[in-house]
């Protein structure tokens, strides 16, 4: 399975930006999708989880609020939609796909990820 990640940019603060993620196989609308980020010089944090069919969503509580998780499964896509964005939302952002029909916090609950999209908020 290949994920295809996109819609990063550089933003001014407040700013909305929607990010994408792609699926090369159908099989993955079984499994939850989460998304994570890395900023320069930090660990990858988890930032948002949608379950299988779209029907549960959990984000971190640092965007609890501003953004939000949606997907299309006949399309084989997840989005994430970024309002109110800030710079410290700056980081490469990356999908990845569960091993379950459940989101999960953990990034070793997740076995495919795309290659990331940056998203820069400038202040």
């Known amino acids: 399975v290949q994920l295809q990640a996109s819609g990063g940019g550089l933003v001014q603060t407040g700013a909305s930006l929607r990010l994408s993620c792609t699926s090369s196989?159908?099989?993955?609308?079984?499994?939850?999708v989460g998304w994570f980020r890395q900023a320069p010089g930090k660990e990858r944090e988890f930032v948002a989880t949608i379950s299988w069919n779209g029907g549960d969503t959990y984000y971190a509580e640092s965007v609890k609020g501003r953004f939000s998780m949606s997907r299309e499964n006949a399309k084989n896509r997840v989005y994430l939609q970024m309002d109110s964005l800030k710079p410290e939302d700056t980081a490469v952002y990356y999908c990845a796909t569960s091993l379950y029909a459940s989101g999960s916090t953990q990034a070793s609950h997740y076995r495919y990820w795309g290659q990331g999209t940056l998203v820069t908020v400038s202040s």
């Open positions: 196989r159908r099989t993955s609308s079984n499994n939850a």
